[in-house]
């Protein structure tokens, strides 16, 4: 309740809006997540410095990679993966080139 109030504050009517909610707890995360605990991410010590791996092109992301939990760390780790794959030019190139195509 104290999240929907904090969001309701924001969006008035965002209750009438949600067309799914899902409630979790630490328990859901052990079960589905398969998390010590239902903990989130990994704690500080047990990051992987970076997404690699001994296995080619296999480039990890996500919360327990550097720099951790939450939307924006996680949306970096990402990025941070496809680079360590693809060049940002190439990235940026292959962007253009979709958009030649009207596919973005």
Not at 35 to 58: A, F, V
Not at 83 to 100: F, G, H, M, T
Request: proline fraction near 6%; charge should be negative.
């Amino acid at each position: 309740q104290v999240l929907w109030k904090a969001i309701e504050s924001i969006i008035p009517d965002v209750r009438e809006r949600t067309i799914t909610s899902m409630i979790g707890s630490p328990l859901t995360h052990e079960r589905f997540l398969r998390r010590s605990n239902g903990t989130y991410g990994s704690s500080t010590e047990d990051y992987l410095k970076d997404g690699s791996t001994p296995i080619e092109k296999l480039v990890l992301c996500g919360d327990g990679v550097f720099p951790g939990i939450g939307v924006p760390a996680v949306a970096l780790s990402g990025a941070s993966a496809a680079n360590a794959i693809v060049s940002p030019y190439e990235q940026w190139r292959c962007l253009d080139e979709l958009k030649v195509q009207n596919l973005i």
